[in-house]
């Protein structure tokens, strides 16, 4: 079965730093596609950002570009959100997802 396990949330302040891991299981990681998403309550879930596991070619929502990384340790078929400069608008559930697709638990993020 393939799990993906994330880790990493919390509560900060504005303009504070998170830092999101997701670990997978089961799945073929190299040459596929992991990626982050989001979902604030009463709004549709949005992406993110996502990295390409074999070239490592990465996308971002505008809304993040510049203030989020996402990064792999192909090693442990990990992908990892670094969460700079943090907006109350940031908060939500954020959520790991895998070509499939297959989903986290989900991770909650809070901003105030």
């Known amino acids: 079965d393939v799990q993906l396990v994330e880790s990493g949330g919390g509560s900060v302040q504005a303009g504070g730093s998170l830092r999101l891991s997701c670990a997978a299981s089961?799945?073929?990681?190299?040459?596929?596609?992991m990626a982050w998403f989001r979902q604030a309550p009463g709004k549709e879930r949005e992406g993110v950002a996502r990295i390409a596991t074999g070239s490592g070619n990465t996308y971002y929502a505008d809304s993040v570009k510049g203030r989020f990384t996402i990064s792999q340790d192909n090693a442990k078929n990990t992908v990892y959100l670094q969460m700079n400069s943090l907006k109350p608008e940031d908060t939500a559930m954020y959520y790991c997802?895998?070509?499939?697709?297959?989903w986290g638990q989900g991770t909650q993020v809070t901003v105030s």
């Open positions: 997802a895998a070509r499939g697709p297959y």
């Open positions: 089961g799945y073929t990681y190299n040459r596929n596609c």
